[in-house]
């Protein structure tokens, strides 16, 4: 898997998400509480856009008549159809056991250390032929 940078930390302040694309894939990166985390954009219900969903948090229950809100701001509720992921880890709270959502590892890097490397470039040979310019692929 390879490394794209989409996004400066101050663009993705905690609370806050963005949708980028790479190499071709939607992705909607998430910051809770300073944690950052990857989902692809695309709800695997229909594909509704995950990045403009929702986000809430849990109900849950002991007993009948107490309820308590949980884990607020860390399930996203697709807006189409309102099934929700677990943005941590992609996990469907709709079905659990055969569905989830595409998850990505991200990371904050340095600037320093994006700029070191380590990158390769590719050469190829260019050379003049009576004013055409030839590349040797």
């Known amino acids: 898997m390879s490394k794209h940078v989409v996004a400066t930390l ?3 302040p905690p609370g ?3 949708r980028v694309m790479v190499r071709g894939r939607p992705i909607a990166v998430f910051n809770l509480a300073g944690t950052l985390y990857g989902l692809l954009d695309r709800c695997p219900h229909q594909g509704g856009s995950l990045c403009a969903g929702v986000l809430t948090g849990l109900v849950e229950s002991d007993n009948p008549g107490e309820y308590r809100f949980t884990r607020q701001g860390e399930i996203v ?9 677990d943005i941590r880890t992609g996990q469907s709270w709709c079905d ?11 990371e904050v890097a340095p600037g320093t250390s994006l700029v070191e490397g380590p990158y390769v470039a590719e050469t190829v040979r ?4 009576e004013d055409y310019v030839v590349v040797d692929v």
């Open 10 to 12: 101050r663009e993705l």
């Open 16 to 18: 806050s998400r963005k």
């Open 77 to 85: 509720r697709c807006p189409w159809h309102g099934w929700e992921f």
């Open 96 to 106: 659990p056991s055969r569905v989830r959502a595409k998850s990505y590892p991200v």
């Open 126 to 129: 260019v050379s003049v032929e």
